[in-house]
């Protein structure tokens, strides 16, 4: 089964943002999986898409364009459910304002311990929150000149949730200017791990 991922840009870029892949593929969870209470365990992406997406349940042939894999965790006997996200040639026409200052004003940062904190919800979806949060720990920390952050994979062990009073992102690798690895605080228990690589978009 293939389903048309309705993906706008997200506020100048010219390319289509993981938080909204990801808001878009959970929205799709129970559908796509045909089970309710079912949640993206892992998200992964390979490269930027620029044209609108689909996600195949059957592993594509070479010749498309996968730009990443969704995993979803599936409640009947603890299971799980695997999709390919493919690019098409189907031009993006829709858009949409995103101000990450709203998130970044916000946070607490300490560079010495490499974590940065958020006090509550900024209003915006909880994963907008860790993206915005993880890219800004990671310029603070490793600045690049060449390239920029990117979001290349979540690890989650339940679903996503706004209500929380305490956000908290905490480096536990880094590979300057390449590569880092962060685990997700929601209210001091962890619930995840975040990768980001610096890339050309």
């Known amino acids: 089964m293939d389903t048309v991922l309705e993906i706008p840009y997200k506020g100048a870029r010219d390319y289509l943002h993981g938080t909204d892949f990801f808001s878009e593929l959970s929205a799709l969870a129970d559908e796509i999986t045909e089970q309710d209470g079912s949640y993206i365990e892992r998200l992964t992406f390979r490269s930027v898409a620029r044209k609108m997406c689909k996600i195949s349940l059957t592993k594509p042939d070479e010749h498309k364009k996968v730009i990443g894999q969704v995993r979803y965790r599936t409640k009947r006997n603890n299971g799980h459910v695997d999709g390919w996200l493919i690019e098409s040639e ?112």
């Open 90 to 201: 189907v031009t993006v026409l829709s858009r949409y304002e995103f101000d990450e200052a709203v998130i970044t004003d916000s946070a607490s940062l300490d560079k010495e311990g490499r974590s940065a904190t958020l006090h509550s919800g900024s209003g915006y979806a909880p994963i907008e929150d860790i993206i915005i949060l993880t890219k800004y720990l990671n310029y603070s920390i490793s600045p690049i000149t060449s390239g920029k952050w990117l979001f290349g994979q979540i690890d989650l062990l339940e679903s996503l949730s706004s209500d929380y009073q305490l956000l908290e992102i905490r480096m536990t690798s880094l590979i300057a200017h390449k590569f880092s690895v962060s685990d997700i605080f929601i209210d001091g228990r962890k619930i995840g791990m975040i990768r980001f690589i610096v890339g050309a978009v």
